[in-house]
Every structure is written in structure tokens, then in C-alpha cells.
T-cell receptor, first 113, second 111 residues
Framework: DAGITQSPRYKITETGRQVTLMCHQT?????MFWYRQDLGHGLRLIYYSAAADITDKGEVPDGYVVSRSKTENFPLTLESATRSQTSVYFCASSAGVGSGELFFGEGSRLTVL | AQTVTQSQPEMSVQEAETVTLSCTYDTSESDYYLFWYKQPPSRQMILVIR??????QNATENRFSVNFQKAAKSFSLKISDSQLGDAAMYFC????????FGPGTRLSVLP
């Protein structure tokens, strides 16, 4: 099915473990984003990518790593998870800069114990 | 850096009434886009309405309309004839290269 999908939808892990959240979109959108949603903060940008092999930091990049070897995939890795990274993570894509809206995945709820 | 402020963490409205959600933003750019997104309890983010900054005419989508005041950097959302299904978190967003979101307003609709 066309769209943007995230996996896993729910994940519980322990402090210090590596976690990767996957994101796949079928529209061939050039832009992809990772946001985290925390109460009182809205959505904060972690990383974004304007095209394959081009990534850039957002507002809260520390502790996260991204890659984009293919246009359709944009995985987010927490190299050593911390409790402060407990959050809901949204992947999103957009066709380009301008009036194009942001299309969201369903979100991944990550709990770090 | 651009910032988006939503000064009303929570609001409520009676069913069939009208409610206005406030949003202000800060930018030095002249060309940009503004959006309102809705997030119901399902967590899915849904586009409600968008506005191009170069357009003076306020955008409208059925029961949803905006009051865009570019000089004041204000972008409020008006929901007319509120329905129970309108209950959700509403996020105002600004776009230039990336999207910047406000902290959200939780809207309750009372029967």
C-alpha cells in the first residue's frame, strides 16, 4: 500500500541498548523528517533529509544517528538509549520545499527503562 | 530560528458552537507556509488547512478557516459548528526548509 510506514509501532528497551526505528515511504518524496513528540513540547525535529545521502540536524539531534542510502528509507538509530529518549517518534515526508504538506507515519512509541 | 507559539494549552467548546485557536510565529522570512494539523487520540497527524504567506485571502476548508495576519505574525484557526469528532490536539506549524511546530492546543468538545 502507498504511504509512509514506521516500525516498530511500540518498543521497550533498556538504557544503553541500541535501537533502530525504521521508516519507509512509497511516494518518492525527496524530503524526510524525524520528529519526537513530548508533552508540552509539541513535535521537535531530530533530523531531516532533503535527498538520498543528504542529512542535516534538527533541533534535538544529540544521541541520534540517521542515514539515507535510498530515497524511500530513513532509519533513526539511538546508539545508546537513555531514559530521556522515551518518547513518541514520528517519521514524515514531503514532496519538496513550499506548500507541500507533511505526511506522517503512525508514530513509534519508545520506552527506555 | 523560527518559533511557533500556541498560548492556549487547553480549550473547550460546546457542540455546534464556534471556537478559535491562537497561533503566533516568529520569522524574518517573507515567503513561507503555515499549517494546522489535527492529532486525534489515534495519534495520527492529519492536515486541517494550509496558508501561503503571499496570499492575502484567508484559507477555508469547510468548517475550518484561518485568520492570517502577516504583519502581526498571527495565524488563528476557527472551527465552526464544532462536532464531537473535532476533539483532538491541534498543532500550528510553520514551513520554510523544515516544519516547525507549536506545542499544541488540546480541544475538548462538550455535548
Amino acid at each position: 500500500d502507498a504511504g509512509i510506514t514506521q516500525s516498530p509501532r511500540y518498543k521497550i528497551t533498556e538504557t544503553g541498548r541500541q535501537v533502530t526505528l525504521m521508516c519507509h515511504q512509497t511516494w518518492s518524496h525527496s524530503y524526510m523528517f524525524w520528529y519526537r513528540q513530548d508533552l508540552g513540547h509539541g513535535l521537535r525535529l531530530i533530523y531531516y533529509s532533503a535527498a538520498a545521502d543528504i542529512t542535516d540536524k534538527g533541533e534535538v539531534p544529540d544521541g541520534y544517528v540517521v542515514s539515507r542510502s535510498k530515497t524511500e528509507n530513513f532509519p533513526l538509530t539511538l546508539e545508546s538509549a537513555t531514559r530521556s529518549q522515551t518518547s513518541v517518534y514520528f517519521c514524515a515526508s514531503s514532496a519538496g520545499v513550499g506548500s507541500g504538506e507533511l505526511f506522517f507515519g503512525e508514530g513509534s512509541r519508545l520506552t527506555v527503562l | 530560528a523560527q518559533t511557533v507559539t500556541q498560548s492556549q494549552p487547553e480549550m473547550s467548546v460546546q457542540e455546534a458552537e464556534t471556537v478559535t485557536l491562537s497561533c503566533t510565529y516568529d520569522t524574518s522570512e517573507s515567503d513561507y507556509y503555515l499549517f494546522w494539523y489535527k492529532q486525534p487520540p489515534s495519534r495520527q497527524m492529519i492536515l486541517v488547512i494550509r496558508q501561503e504567506a503571499y496570499k492575502q485571502q484567508n484559507a477555508t476548508e469547510n468548517r475550518f478557516s484561518v485568520n492570517f495576519q502577516k504583519a502581526a505574525k498571527s495565524f488563528s484557526l476557527k472551527i465552526s459548528d464544532s462536532q464531537l469528532g473535532d476533539a483532538a490536539m491541534y498543532f500550528c506549524a510553520y514551513r520554510s526548509a523544515t516544519f516547525v511546530f507549536g506545542p499544541g492546543t488540546r480541544l475538548s468538545v462538550l455535548p
